[in-house]
């Protein structure tokens, strides 16, 4: 992988760090599965966001939009 690469990917992990522990207080978190190169972040959603009714709301809306703020080239987030 290129060092480009690493810096988005741990530059998207910083960002996932500031997001758990609001997700964490609920009994559940967000794992970083994937960065594509066009963008797309692959996340994993467990404990109890895991089948939540909720969830597809809390990644686009929470996750998707801080991801977006602090990270300007992720073009979107979804689920794995």
Partial sequence: MTKEKDTLKERIEAALEK??????????????????????VKVKL????????????TLKM???RTL??????VKDVVEV
Avoid at 19 to 40: F, H, M, R, S
Avoid at 46 to 57: E, I, R, V, W
């Fill in 46 to 57: 467990t404990g109890a966001c895991y089948g939540c009714p909720m969830s597809q709301m």
């Fill in 68 to 73: 977006k703020k602090e990270v300007p080239e």
């Fill in 19 to 40: 997001i758990k522990p609001a997700l964490q207080a609920d009994g559940g978190n967000v794992e970083l599965v994937e960065v594509t190169p066009d963008g797309i």
């Fill in 62 to 64: 929470g996750i998707g």
